[in-house]
C-alpha cells in the first residue's frame, strides 16, 4: 500500500496485481528481503510475505490477548474490557443465538479466533509495509475448511454420520425429486465454504485494487493535477476499507456460526 | 494469478490458524470466558442474597412489630388484672372490716342490753326488798304482811314499766 507509489514500471503503467499477489521477498520501502524457499515431501513449503503477515497477525493476537488474561479478576479494566466486550457480543449475538446454548462452548473459541484472526489480518494490510493475507484466495479457503470442518463436525457429533447426511435432504419431498435433489443438497455442502472463501477474498482484494488504481492515476496520466482527487478518493476508500475488515470478519463469522447451527440443527 | 493454489501456503495457513486456535483456546478464551460465566454467577448469587437479606429483614421488622404488640397487650393484660385485682381486694377488705364493725356494734348493743336487763332485775329486787324493809319497819303493827306485801309488790311491778315507758 504504502509502496504503491513506487509500483509504475518502465512501460507508464502500473502492475497493480503486483501489490496483491503474494510474494517471495518482503518488501519495507527500500528494503527488499528475500523470503526462504522450502520443499518438504515435494510440496512447495516456502515462507510468503502473506504467511508472515499471518505470523505477525497471530503473534501480535497471542502476545496482547495472553497479556489481557495474566491480571485476572473478576472486576475487569483496560483493555480486558474490550477483550471481554467481544466475547461477550460474539457469545450472546452470533453463536447462541445461531447454534443454541448447550453447543456454544464447543464452537466458540473457533468462532471467536475465526474472528480476530480474520481481523487482525484484514487490518494488518492496511497498514504500511503490510500486504493483506486475506486478499489471499489460498488464505480464505483455509479458513473456510476449517469452518466447513466445524460444520461437519457439529452436524455429525449432533445426528450421526449416516443421520447427517441424510438430513440434508429436506424431508417430505416426493421420490422423483430425489435423484435432483441429491446432488443439489450434496453440492449445497460445499457451496457454503466456497462462499466464505470467495467473499472473504474479494472483499479484502477489491479495496486494495481500488486504492492502488486510484493512486495510480497519478503515475498513469503522469500528472500532478490528479494527484488531490486520486489521494481523497483513495484516502475515503481507505476509511472504508477499515470498515469493511471489521464488517468482513464479523461476517465470515456469522455465517460460519450460521451454517454450523445449520448443520446441528438440521430441521430448521 | 490472484486464484493460483498455493498447496504449501494452505498447508502453513492452516498450521498457524489452529496453532492460533489451541493456544487463544487454552490461554484467552478458555480463561476469560470461565471468568465471564464465574462472574455471571456471582453477580447473579449477590442480587439472589440481596433480596433473600431484603426479605429477611422485612421479615424480622414484622416479627418484632408483632412481637411489640404483643408485649403492649401483654402489660396492657397485666395492668388490667392488678387494678381488678386491687379494686376487688379493696372490696373485700371494706366489706369485711364493715362487717366486723357491725357484729362489734351488734355485740355491744346486745351487750348493753343485757347488763341493763341485769340492773334493772337487780334494782327491781333490791327496790322491793328496800321498800319491803322500809314498810315493815313503818307499819309493822298494824298491816297484815301477807296483803301487804301483794298490794306492795303490785305497785313495785308497776314502777319499772312507768320507768321505762
Redesign the interface.
Known sequence: MAAAAEGNNEGGGVDI?SH???SHELHLGPLHIPLPH?ELFG??????V??VM??IA?LF??LT??S??KK?G?VPSGF?NA??AL??FI?DDIVIPNIGKKDT?RF???L??AF??ILACNLLGLIPFGAT?TA????T???A??SFMAMLVGGIRHNGFIGYFVGLIPSGLPLWLMPLMIPLEFLGLFTKPFALAVRLFANM?AGHVVIISLLSLIFVLNTVVVAPASVIFALAIYLLEIFVSFVQAYVFTLLSAVFIGMAIHQEH | ???D??????????I??????L???K???????S??D??ET?IREALDLADKARAEASAAAEENKKALAEAQAEAQAAINKARDDAERVAREVRERAEAEAQQLLEQARQTIQQERNQALQALRQQTAELAILAAGQLLEENLDSEKNRKIVDDFIARIPDAQQN
Not at chain 2, 493454489?5 to 492452516?14: E, M, R
Not at chain 2, 490461554?27 to 470466558?33: A, E, H, M, N, Y
Open positions: 496485481l496483491i499477489l503474494d522450502l510440496i512447495d513449503m516456502s515462507i510468503t502473506h504467511l499471518m505470523w497471530s493476537l497471542l490477548l495472553i489481557t488474561t485476572r473478576l480486558a477483550i471481554e466475547i461477550i457469545r462452548p466458540l473459541p473457533f471467536l479466533t480476530i484472526f493475507a489471499n484466495i489460498n488464505v479457503a483455509t479458513l475448511i476449517c482484494t | 494469478m490472484l486464484l493454489p498455493n498447496v504449501g501456503l494452505i498447508i502453513w495457513t492452516l498457524t490458524f489452529v496453532f492460533v486456535l493456544v487463544l483456546g490461554f484467552v478464551w478458555g480463561p476469560l470466558t471468568m465471564l464465574e462472574r456471582s
